[in-house]
């Protein structure tokens, strides 16, 4: 889930985007997690349990 102001543009949606991919420590802990990405922060929700 990406949270973004109503004015952002393409650019910024790329470049937010590309800045939570580049985190491959972050990427490796997502599955089965949601993550909240804003602009310079992201925040990881533990995983579901059964």
Known sequence: ?????ET???LM????AEQ??????V???LPGR???VEFKRVR???PLED
């Not at 889930?1 to 102001?5: A, E, K, R, T």
């Not at 949606?13 to 937010?16: G, M, P, V, Y």
């Not at 939570?20 to 420590?25: D, G, I, L």
């Open 8 to 10: 952002a543009t393409a």
């Open 13 to 16: 949606i790329c470049q937010i």
């Open 20 to 25: 939570f991919f580049a985190q491959r420590t």
């Open 44 to 46: 990881l929700r533990p």
């Open 1 to 5: 889930m990406f949270w973004l102001p």
């Open 34 to 36: 949601l993550a909240v």
């Open 27 to 29: 990427v490796e802990a």
